[in-house]
């Protein structure tokens, strides 16, 4: 186990933003993985386990503790379950199932993130959520230990859990899925991909920045209509293509992307007396 120390945050995740973190490890075994919560622990510093980083913001302070990366990628099928790491790669997971002649993942196909990010957040697309395939996991609770818990426990809502508001670390999840046709699971495959690549745009971004607060009112709308597609504060710009994807147009710090949710938040309250929510996690410094 190797940590760093001063290590720079503003490298990982999508919108590269973010200070030194105090400790930094990259874990890249699920052991590894224990050992740094173990150290941080015995040490009483705060932690904090990200994968990919495409749904976080880091502070412009860093974090005052010890960050996780999390780079585990064991991967398994039996029988029709997956059995993967919490560092997994969705696209990794959604190619192993289409090589076992799995088919219930195809929809995550382009889904940016790791498993413990799904597992977390209750990713979802084109319909399918994490609730609906997750069958169960192990985590790690604090002060509790490691527990094996079913899908149940994680509360699931729309990008809602139980991890939310009782912060526990993935270590591994198990997904359950069907038996079907390589072809017509590359053929989904493939639809997505191309479904996803029309409607999203591309750059420095962490996807969807604000829940949807209605399926009939999607946040990307009301932002639209509240007349700011395409507004640009400082360095950061609302995609003129999905008013609810934010960008980094480079240089961009943690104290503008929470200047321009402020200011849309303010917007689309004035116009619609709705108080958008935030879907991407802001990092504490501690
Ligand atoms: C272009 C783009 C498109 C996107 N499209 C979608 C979409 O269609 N649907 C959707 O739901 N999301 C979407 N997202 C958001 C993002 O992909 C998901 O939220 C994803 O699940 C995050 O995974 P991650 O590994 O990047 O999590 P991170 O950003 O690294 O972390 C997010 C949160 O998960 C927690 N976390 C991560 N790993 C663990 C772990 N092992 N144990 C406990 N907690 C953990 C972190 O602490 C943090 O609070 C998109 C993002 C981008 C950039």
Same mark, same amino acid.
């Given at each position: 186990?190797?940590?760093?120390?001063?290590?720079?945050?503003?490298?990982?995740?999508?919108?590269?933003?973010?200070?030194?973190?105090?400790?930094?490890?990259?874990?890249?075994?699920?052991?590894?993985?224990?050992?740094?919560?173990?150290?941080?622990?015995?040490?009483?510093?705060?932690?904090?386990?990200?994968?990919?980083?495409?749904?976080?913001?880091?502070?412009? @302070?860093?974090?005052?503790?010890?960050?996780?990366?999390?780079?585990?990628? +064991? $991967?398994?099928?039996?029988?029709?379950?997956?059995? @993967?790491?919490?560092?997994?790669?969705?696209?990794?997971?959604?190619?192993?199932?289409?090589?076992?002649?799995?088919?219930?993942?195809?929809?995550?196909?382009?889904?940016?993130?790791?498993?413990?990010?799904?597992? =977390?957040?209750?990713?979802?697309?084109?319909?399918?959520? @994490?609730?609906?395939?997750?069958?169960?996991?192990?985590? =790690?609770?604090?002060? !509790?230990?490691?527990?094996?818990?079913?899908?149940?426990?994680?509360?699931?809502?729309?990008?809602?859990?139980?991890?939310?508001? !009782?912060?526990?670390? $993935?270590?591994?999840?198990?997904?359950?899925?069907?038996?079907?046709?390589?072809? !017509?699971?590359?053929?989904?495959?493939?639809?997505?991909?191309?479904?996803?690549?029309?409607?999203?745009?591309?750059?420095?971004?962490?996807?969807?920045?604000?829940?949807?607060?209605?399926?009939?009112?999607?946040?990307?709308?009301?932002?639209?209509?509240?007349?700011?597609?395409?507004?640009?504060?400082?360095?950061?710009?609302?995609?003129?293509?999905?008013?609810?994807?934010?960008?980094?147009?480079?240089?961009?710090? @943690?104290?503008?992307?929470?200047?321009?949710?402020? =200011?849309?938040?303010?917007?689309? !309250? +004035?116009?619609?007396?709705?108080?958008?929510?935030?879907?991407?996690? =802001?990092?504490?410094?501690?």
């Amino acid at each position: 186990m190797e940590i760093l120390e001063n290590h720079l945050l503003g490298q990982y995740g999508t919108f590269q933003i973010g200070g030194l973190a105090d400790y930094f490890l990259e874990a890249k075994s699920v052991e590894e993985l224990k050992d740094g919560l173990k150290w941080a622990e015995e040490k009483n510093l705060p932690y904090f386990v990200f994968g990919m980083g495409s749904n976080l913001l880091f502070d412009d @302070a860093g974090f005052r503790g010890l960050v996780i990366r999390v780079k585990t990628s +064991e $991967v398994e099928v039996k029988g029709e379950e997956i059995h @993967a790491d919490a560092g997994v790669l969705a696209a990794v997971l959604v190619m192993e199932a289409a090589k076992a002649e799995l088919t219930g993942l195809e929809e995550w196909n382009g889904l940016p993130g790791t498993v413990g990010g799904a597992v =977390f957040g209750n990713a979802g697309c084109f319909g399918v959520e @994490a609730k609906d395939v997750l069958k169960s996991a192990e985590i =790690f609770v604090p002060g !509790e230990g490691i527990k094996n818990v079913d899908v149940d426990y994680f509360e699931y809502g729309y990008r809602e859990s139980k991890l939310k508001r !009782e912060p526990a670390v $993935v270590l591994r999840a198990v997904f359950g899925l069907k038996k079907g046709e390589t072809s !017509e699971i590359l053929v989904k495959m493939n639809q997505i991909l191309k479904d996803r690549a029309g409607k999203q745009p591309a750059g420095l971004t962490t996807g969807s920045f604000f829940k949807n607060p209605s399926p009939e009112k999607p946040a990307g709308m009301l932002i639209d209509q509240a007349g700011l597609k395409g507004h640009a504060l400082g360095a950061m710009q609302i995609s003129d293509q999905h008013a609810n994807f934010f960008f980094n147009r480079g240089g961009a710090t @943690a104290a503008d992307v929470r200047g321009i949710c402020e =200011f849309v938040q303010e917007k689309v !309250e +004035e116009k619609f007396g709705i108080k958008l929510e935030p879907e991407l996690i =802001f990092v504490p410094v501690q």
